[in-house]
């Protein structure tokens, strides 16, 4: 969208106005992780600003970026309390209901869930394990079928496995791009946060998790290793 195709928004009315916003924000009100939603949302309604003003134009550009970096892991002390600013601004300084409206939203977010924006930037941590950076996927070992339908579905070649065989992923190659997952029936492939569950250290037979479990052997608790940025 160009700025010419763009809305004025200062020619339309206050509930118009709430209610575009509104609309917009409740795409994103399901949302589990409040940085991700900031994120989202931000992206959604800087496109629609019509631009004029700085305030409101760059504030929500510059709320954009920073959601943005929390949730790749990019967040430094401080984002918070600018995160904060820029909000105060936007409602104080739009020229038009637009910016206010978009303002009342983003301190709202930041208000209610500062703990979790904390969480994102000084633990590396998403308790609601959607923003990529902070998860990993796993097969879990008692659901995997050893269907093998996983395997063909990555294109990052980071699934090991074969016809009736527990299937593992490597961390290091998975890009979280979530495709295998929609062809996993027996809903075997999972979201792990720091601490992943006990899995195979390599693929082994259907059914003999629970003996190994039992013997304690080739099984692997890990850490989820950080990637670098
Ligand atoms: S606040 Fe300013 S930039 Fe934003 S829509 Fe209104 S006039 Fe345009
Ligand atoms: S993880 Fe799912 S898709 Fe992959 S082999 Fe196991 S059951 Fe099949
Ligand atoms: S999430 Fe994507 S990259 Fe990771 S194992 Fe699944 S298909 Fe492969």
């Not at 079928?145 to 190659?173: E, M, P, R, W």
Request: one cysteine or more.
């Amino acid at each position: 969208m160009t700025l010419r195709e763009r809305r004025l928004w200062k020619q339309a009315s206050v509930e118009e106005i709430k209610d575009f916003v509104t609309q917009a924000y409740n795409q994103e009100v399901e949302n589990p992780c409040p940085v991700d939603k900031m994120r989202a949302f931000t992206d959604n309604i800087r496109r629609t600003s019509c631009g004029e003003c700085v305030i409101c134009r760059e504030g929500i550009l510059q709320l954009n970026v920073l959601a943005e970096g929390i949730t790749q892991g990019t967040g430094r002390d401080g984002d918070i309390e600018v995160i904060t600013e820029v909000s105060d601004n936007l409602i104080i300084g739009s020229c038009c209901n637009y910016g206010k409206e978009v303002g009342k939203i983003t301190k709202k977010i930041i208000e209610s869930d500062q703990e979790q924006f904390e969480k994102h930037i000084k633990r590396r941590r998403c308790d609601a394990v959607v923003c990529k950076k902070f998860f990993s996927y796993y097969v879990a070992p008692e659901k995997c079928n050893g269907c093998n339908k996983c395997v063909d579905q990555c294109l990052k070649k980071a699934i090991d496995g074969g016809k009736d065989l527990i299937h593992i992923i490597d961390s290091s190659l998975c890009d979280r791009c979530g495709e295998c997952v929609t062809v996993c029936e027996a809903f075997a492939i999972q979201k792990a946060g720091p601490v992943v569950p006990k899995v195979p250290t390599k693929p082994i037979a259907v059914g003999s998790f629970d003996n190994q479990l039992q013997n304690g052997g080739g099984l692997m608790t890990r850490k989820r290793r950080r990637r670098s940025e």
